[in-house]
């Protein structure tokens, strides 16, 4: 991505909640040097470390890869937000709503991960190592 591209992304993802390079350094703890460097199209994503890049993300309310990936951009809900429409307020709450989906989908994945398998789960595996046990036993004969 040009360096002139990546300066649309962060300084229109800055003018979505009002901020200025001062108020996003001091929010996200990278230096205002560097944020400078990113806006004038000259810098890339490279200039910060991977911790930088995802307090950005954080403080700016971005997915992860926001910043990298085109598809990650075209389905954040701030920007499906339209212009004209797009009140600070608004913009922040659709942010807040953003962060609790993707907090909820992270939830949900850790609580399927670690579940304990229902009772047809449970005989479905049974059924499945039974019939594999049996095609085993035929072939060995």
Same mark, same amino acid.
Request: net charge negative.
């Given at each position: 991505? /040009?360096?002139?591209? @990546?300066? %649309? +992304?962060? *300084?229109?993802?800055? !003018?979505?909640?009002?901020?200025?390079?001062?108020?996003?350094?001091?929010?996200?703890?990278?230096?205002?040097?560097?944020?400078?460097?990113?806006?004038?199209?000259?810098? /890339?994503?490279?200039? @910060?470390? %991977? +911790?930088? *890049?995802?307090?950005? !993300?954080?403080?700016?309310?971005?997915?992860?890869?926001?910043?990298?990936?085109?598809?990650?951009?075209?389905?954040?809900?701030?920007?499906?937000?339209?212009?004209?429409?797009?009140?600070?307020?608004?913009? %922040?709450?659709?942010?807040?709503?953003?962060?609790?989906?993707?907090?909820?989908?992270?939830?949900?994945?850790?609580?399927?991960?670690?579940?304990?398998?229902?009772?047809?789960?449970?005989?479905?595996?049974?059924?499945?190592?039974?019939?594999?046990? %049996?095609?085993?036993?035929?072939?060995?004969?």
């Amino acid at each position: 991505m /040009s360096g002139r591209k @990546l300066a %649309e +992304i962060v *300084v229109g993802r800055m !003018e979505r909640f009002g901020l200025s390079v001062s108020e996003l350094a001091e929010k996200s703890f990278i230096s205002e040097y560097k944020i400078q460097h990113l806006i004038s199209g000259h810098g /890339s994503i490279d200039i @910060l470390e %991977e +911790i930088e *890049v995802a307090w950005l !993300e954080s403080t700016l309310s971005c997915r992860r890869g926001y910043f990298t990936n085109k598809k990650v951009r075209e389905s954040d809900f701030v920007n499906a937000i339209p212009q004209e429409c797009a009140s600070t307020e608004a913009v %922040e709450a659709i942010a807040r709503l953003q962060r609790f989906t993707d907090n909820l989908s992270f939830i949900d994945k850790v609580y399927e991960e670690f579940r304990e398998p229902t009772q047809e789960e449970r005989k479905s595996v049974s059924d499945y190592i039974d019939s594999i046990s %049996e095609c085993v036993n035929k072939e060995g004969r």
